[in-house]
């Protein structure tokens, strides 16, 4: 599974909603790895970053 380093801490990042592949690469149906990951493991992928960096906004 893959996993994420951040401040010392390790997260493992969720299987894809789509595929079911916890690679670094999604999985086409033909058991190939796709190009790209899936629409929906970047979109899960984005709430993991907005919980780990919950100050990507501007602090000015
Ligand atoms: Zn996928």
Redesign the pocket.
């Known amino acids: 599974m893959k996993t994420i380093e951040h401040q010392g801490v390790v997260y493992q990042l969720p299987p894809?909603p789509?595929?079911g592949?916890n690679r670094k690469r999604?999985?086409r149906p033909s058991g190939h790895e796709?190009a790209e990951?899936?629409v929906a493991?970047v979109q899960l992928f984005d709430e993991v970053n907005a919980e780990l960096l919950p100050g990507s906004e501007p602090t000015a």
């Open positions: 894809c789509s595929c592949s999604c999985m796709a990951w899936h493991r």
